[in-house]
Nanobody, 124 residues
């Protein structure tokens, strides 16, 4: 069973920084894509940043230049460095992984997996 565990959320003042971490565990063959999403109550979950195993990172316009996503495939982990935080960044942040499981029968099971979410609160 695949599990994603996040850490690093918290309360920070505007202009401050936080770093989120997410580590996947389980019988995993590969993780083609990892990403961070965030959600505010009453609004849809939105992608913040994503990174694929074979391409560079991409970012939402709202965080471009302030957030940096990176991954460590040896650790099955993804990180989100968040700088120059502002109150509009307040949300629950979720880790996402597109996971390929080891070969079973004639195919490679693949599916979406989510972390439990970590709260980020930016005070003005």
């Amino acid at each position: 069973q695949v599990r994603l565990v996040e850490s690093g959320g918290g309360l920070v003042q505007a202009g401050g920084s936080l770093k989120l971490s997410c580590t996947a565990s389980g019988d995993i063959f590969s993780i083609p894509r990892m990403a961070w999403y965030r959600q505010v109550p009453g609004r849809q979950r939105e992608v913040v940043a994503g990174i694929a195993i074979d391409s560079g990172p991409n970012y939402a316009d709202s965080v471009m230049g302030r957030f940096t996503i990176c991954r460590d495939d040896a650790k099955k982990s993804v990180y989100l460095q968040m700088n120059s935080l502002n109150p509009e960044d307040t949300a629950v942040y979720y880790c996402y992984a597109d996971v390929v499981l080891p070969l079973v029968g004639g195919g490679w099971p693949r599916g979406d997996h989510w972390g439990q979410g970590t709260q980020v609160t930016v005070s003005s």
